[in-house]
Structures are given as structure tokens and as C-alpha cells.
């Protein structure tokens, strides 16, 4: 089953908003990974946060997380009508399985 | 340098036919992984192998479908007598040795069975 669960499953902002999406999982995790992907298309990395760390900055995105409560929270500042896509988080489970789960998503619309 | 490649992007077969599906990883990455994706669903894990090695196919079905990744040449998923419900989208991941990299997704290969 996967791990990861996503909410909201759709969120729909003006540009220029700041747009947030949450990620819960079950397991303990090595490190837990935040994708996009446009429609028809691969997924593309965006980034990274380890389970030694509370907090990350990549650009307009900004992630947390937190291990006690098992989530974690992507933030798209300012967004663009060019952010608009599904965003995936992904989390490799402790031990040595090398492997990533990823939840369902969310389908994020950033109406111009 | 190139990403990872994935061919062919769209492949349509008779129920079944097999379906062969390629993928070369990024220059320097030897862990590929195969996921599938149902319409608006996410992606489900199906086998992460390493050079002449599959590591874990705890998401591949026990019948009919085999994945390899050669010495030389690319990874192949491979689908016999293919079924209605093997229509998805099949993609192929790539990371360099050792922990804590991200992925690289080439663009996937949709497969249709009619």
C-alpha cells in the first residue's frame, strides 16, 4: 500500500497566492522528497528534506517536516499560472530499501 | 547529458501480445525503478534493480511481467499476454549509487491494450 497521503487532493489559487499541500506517511523514513509533474509528463524533483531536518529552501518552495507527527508540508510561494501541475511527495523508508512510495497527490491549478 | 530515456512513449497491443519496454538511466546512475501510474493516481512502485540485479520487486505482479537491467544495454520491462488492465503509464526512474538522491524520471511509456 502506499505511504504517502496527500491533502488537499486538489487545490485551485489565484496567481500570486501562496499555495500549501500536506503529506502524512506511516513509517519512519530515511528522507522524504517532494515531485511535480505536469500533465502527460515525467515527474520532475524538486526537492529534498532529510529526517535529521526540520526545514528547507529551495527558490519559491519552502518544506517541512515533521517526524513526530509523521508529515510534512510543501509551501509554493507567489505562485504562477506556470505552477500549475500535480505535486507528488515521496518517501524512502528507513533501512536499506533504496526504493521511494509515493501518495496520490495533489492537482494544484494557478488560475492567471 | 542526457536524462533518462524511455521508449517507446506510447505502445498499443493486442490482448495477448507482449509489451517490451525500455529505459536507459542517466550517464553515471545505476539503480533504475519501474513504476506504473493509473489516471489520476499516483505512482505505484513495481521493481528497483541495480546492474544484473533486481534488489526488490515486492510491486511487480507474480505473472506475466519480468524486468531485467543487463551489463550493457537498457533496462527492459517486459509484459507477457497483456490484458486490458495492463493500460497505464509505465515509468522508469533512475539515481546514482548510494542513499539519499533524488529520482530522475524519464517521460514514460503509455501503454494501451486493445
Known amino acids: 500500500s502506499q505511504q504517502g497521503e496527500e491533502d488537499p487532493q486538489a487545490l485551485s489559487i489565484q496567481e500570486g497566492e501562496n499555495a500549501t499541500m500536506n503529506c502524512s506517511y506511516k513509517?519512519?523514513?530515511?528522507?522524504l522528497q517532494w515531485y511535480r509533474q505536469n500533465s502527460g509528463r515525467g515527474l520532475v524533483h524538486l526537492i529534498l528534506?532529510?529526517?535529521?531536518?526540520r526545514e528547507k529552501h529551495s527558490g519559491r518552495l519552502r518544506v517541512t517536516l515533521d517526524t513526530s507527527k509523521k508529515s510534512s508540508s510543501l509551501l509554493i510561494t507567489a505562485s504562477r499560472a506556470a505552477d500549475t501541475a500535480s505535486y507528488f511527495c515521496a518517501t524512502e523508508p528507513s533501512g536499506n530499501t533504496g526504493k521511494l512510495i509515493f501518495g496520490q497527490g495533489t492537482t494544484l491549478q494557478v488560475k492567471p | 547529458n542526457a536524462g533518462v530515456m524511455q521508449n517507446p512513449r506510447h505502445l498499443v497491443r493486442r490482448r495477448g501480445q507482449e509489451a517490451r519496454l525500455r529505459c536507459s538511466p542517466m550517464?553515471?546512475?545505476?539503480?533504475v525503478y519501474w513504476y506504473r501510474q493509473l489516471p489520476e493516481e499516483g505512482l505505484k512502485f513495481m521493481v528497483y534493480?541495480?546492474?544484473?540485479?533486481?534488489?526488490?520487486e515486492s510491486g511487480m505482479p507474480k505473472e506475466r511481467f519480468s524486468a531485467e537491467f543487463p551489463k550493457e544495454g537498457p533496462s527492459i520491462l517486459r509484459i507477457q499476454q497483456v490484458v486490458r488492465g495492463d493500460s497505464a503509464a509505465y515509468f522508469c526512474?533512475?539515481?546514482?549509487?548510494?542513499?539519499?538522491?533524488?529520482?530522475?524520471f524519464g517521460s514514460g511509456t503509455r501503454l494501451t491494450v486493445v
Open positions: 528534506i532529510r529526517s535529521n531536518e
Open positions: 550517464k553515471g546512475h545505476s539503480h
Open positions: 526512474a533512475s539515481s546514482p549509487p548510494g542513499r539519499g538522491y533524488g529520482y530522475t
Open positions: 513509517t519512519s523514513i530515511n528522507n
Open positions: 534493480l541495480q546492474k544484473e540485479n533486481i534488489i526488490d
